[in-house]
């Protein structure tokens, strides 16, 4: 056997290996979904909420309902932004994973569900519990540090990139604490802009050479 026919079997051993221990069906786009979503909700959410200071200016007068109101559209921003960025990250993992000849289930994938969930969980008990105690300004610094936690947990079983991905939000999240009223921008930045930027360098990193195969 040549060198080259070892280098060859170390190598289908590698990938073996990985795909028995790492979920390496996510797609870089999906990260590039989840961006572009949390970048169209943010502006809508900027505008609704210039809207509400406008009125509020203009009138003088703090109105509790407008305000609760305004909240419960958030809510269901949150909520549509949130069902679109995980539409689109199943739609393109699934697309993938059958590309590759994977399954998009495994025991892997529960290992990354279920490592993400537990903080995802926490985090959304914690803001409800911010909420009901009317500490909104702290729901974007808690949404990227719980969800940066999330990422560094699930990244043990998949690309080590996550991992660095969510410290990042995790670093942003800190300092969002100290900048309370520009929590939107934070947000915008987190879940919008460094999502495309790490859904690009994914797709550059592990799905480019197969694309150009193609």
């Not at 909240?71 to 990250?89: D, E, F, P, R, Y």
């Not at 399954?103 to 569900?113: G, H, L, M, S």
């Amino acid at each position: 056997m040549t060198d080259q026919q070892h280098l060859n079997t170390l190598s289908d051993i590698k990938r073996i290996m990985d795909r028995s221990s790492r979920y390496i069906s996510l797609s870089g786009l999906s990260g590039v979904c989840a961006g572009i979503s949390g970048l169209v909700g943010a502006a809508i959410a900027h505008s609704w909420i210039r809207d509400y200071y406008t009125r509020w200016e203009t009138s003088g007068i703090f109105d509790k309902q407008d305000f609760n109101i305004l909240k419960i559209k958030l809510t269901i921003l949150g909520l549509i932004v949130m069902g679109l960025a995980l539409g689109g990250g199943t739609y393109f993992t699934w697309r993938k994973a059958r590309k590759d000849g994977l399954p998009i289930w495994d025991k892997t994938a529960r290992n990354v569900f279920y490592s993400g969930l537990i903080p995802m969980v926490a985090g959304a008990a914690f803001i409800a519990g911010m909420v009901y105690n009317n500490l909104e300004v702290l729901v974007a610094p808690a949404c990227l540090l719980f969800y940066g936690l999330a990422l560094v947990n699930a990244s043990k079983y998949t690309f080590g990139d996550i991992k660095y991905f969510g410290i990042a939000q995790i670093i942003l999240g800190i300092i969002n604490v100290f900048y309370l009223r520009r929590g939107l921008y934070f947000w915008a930045f987190g879940f919008g802009v460094l999502h495309i930027v790490y859904g690009v360098m994914m797709w550059w990193k592990y799905e480019r050479n197969a694309s150009a195969e193609d």
